[in-house]
């Protein structure tokens, strides 16, 4: 909780003044018992009717008092602690954007999520009943005993006996409890995966008439949860039966003891009725704590797991450039031989003790000058997303080296990293927002630069047919649009920055050739200075670049131009023979 608090920190002075409206507020609560037993053991006995409505009066404006205060400090709490939570998640989701693709890995999308959501209202939820039944109760159960001492202190000392046993029973519940929530986070999490994973999949799903297995697999899943949310729930719930059951035993021998004591002269019937209503106050403050270790137990779960992202450490770090001169880097940077360099590069997901894993990538060896384009293709699973993930960092090779203009991409500044690439993925995400901030995506980029990019991508056609053409609305991942328009409209992204690094990755696979010819030679002539890394499955995509990096199984098996793969690489030439036909390679 160390992290959270320092979010509560800057709210203290709001908090304060919070804390002091409920504190007069619950005092005045504690006073109306204690003008009730005066009226009657004082005020009534002198038969004096002004005096009563004079008293009567004074209770009247306590209990005025006390509900104006209780509803401006639960104002106050449900502001400070929507105001800190709001903060929580601004952090959280900021950390989560700067996660490594390995972090991600780790952590899941769907626990991610779950922290951003349910995670953060478990600690909204504690933020907010702190502050409000956190003062209260306190306030009313130690108020209540001291009100009670000055009445018969011979009765508070009964009722105060049953409560270290009331102590006992919180502390071995609340203890049991935390690591169940935890565990019902957990839970919480592969419900999520699961709703993430039917939701995309819906189409799949239908299409295969699956719609019942899915559900048996998610009922599987949700009553998992529930059983481990009902243990949670049964152990903390235990709490308040065995609280009542003592503090009643307590409250029967008060009765029985201030029956004897008003025969006996020891005390007046005004204040067992106080008393009583003290002792109702107590019990009910009581189980105000109870609750508040209840959603404490849950929110502590919750917090933990927040925290865990928020204090992660960046594994991405930039390393210090190498000490060379001034005018040496200048000259690195502005005239470099090649603009992408790979030397030696293997990587593989799995790290750790799983040293005999192999890896997913092995020996990628290659360079490329500015303006040159490589086509990169192999079969699935080959590598050829990796070499995209480890060129741009979001994972670092653990052997070998990739350079960016001389210089390795470890000692460049993400930002600057990134800012050097045009990147469109297959799969890539489009926002539902409209066609020409999808295309924009948060840059400086002019309407007119927008534009130019979508006829590049050949979009601008299908985008200027519609009602409000580039003002258009899309649905969220684009659903209103076909495969193809998805495509163009993320190769538009991509092109409208004007990078120095264009990916292309497996974007053109719903294309038709003749769109994906007309992209192609479009990129040819107007990013000539660009440099191009094109990942498809066709060899039609790649067969006119400069180079072509052939994968098997994460190994570089050929590279070179096509006609010379034709030749070289017996892969490469059976992929053009079965996709072009036998007329169409040198043999």
Known sequence: MKKIFQYIRPYLLRMAFGFSIKFLGTIM?????WVLAYIIDEVIPQK??????????????????AVAGNIIANAKASGVARDITKTIRHDLFKKICYLSSKQVDTYSVPTLISRMTTDTYNVHHMLGMMQRIGVRAPILLLGGIIVTLTLDPVLTLVMVGVMPLIAAVIYSVSKKGIPLFQQLQIKVDNMVRKVREDISGIRVIKALSQEDFEIDNFTRINTD?????????????????????????????????????????????GKIIAFLSYFTIILHAMLAVTRIFTVYSRSIASAKRIEEILESEEDLSVLSYPDIGADDKKQKSENPEYHIEFENVSFKYIEGSDEDKEDNISNIDFKLKRGESLGIIGSTGSGKTTIINLLMRFYDAQKGEIRINTRPIKTIDKGELRRMFGV???????????????????????????????????????????PDSYNSDLSIKGANLSGGQK?????????????????????????????????????????????????????????????????????????????????????????????????????
């Open 225 to 269: 949860a529930a059983l481990t949310e009902k243990k949670a729930g049964i152990t903390m719930a235990s709490a308040n039966p065995t609280i009542s059951l003592l503090l009643n035993f307590g409250l029967v021998v008060v009765v029985i003891a201030g029956g004897y004591r008003v025969n006996s002269g020891l005390t007046e019937v």
């Open 487 to 587: 495509q163009r409209l993320l190769i538009s992204r991509a092109l409208a920055g004007k990078p120095d690094i264009l990916i292309l990755d497996d974007s053109s696979s719903a294309l038709d050739y003749k769109t994906d010819a007309m992209i192609r030679k479009m990129l040819h002539e107007k990013f000539d200075m660009t440099t191009k890394i094109v990942v498809a499955q066709r060899v039609s995509t790649v067969m006119s670049l400069d180079h072509i990096l052939v994968l098997e199984d994460g190994e570089q098996i050929g590279y070179g131009t096509h006609e010379e793969l034709l030749k070289n690489c017996e892969v490469y030439e059976e992929i053009s023979r079965i996709q072009m036909g036998d007329n169409n390679y040198a043999g």
């Open 29 to 33: 609560d504690l006073l109306i018992p």
């Open 424 to 466: 469109a993925f297959q799969n890539d995400i489009l926002f539902e927002d409209t066609i020409m901030e999808n295309i924009r995506f948060g840059r400086e980029l002019s309407e007119e630069e927008i534009i130019e990019a979508s006829e590049y991508a050949m979009a601008k056609e299908f985008i200027m047919v519609r």
């Open 48 to 65: 004096n009717i002004e005096k009563v409505l004079l008293w009567g009066a004074m209770m009247l404006l306590f209990s005025f008092l």
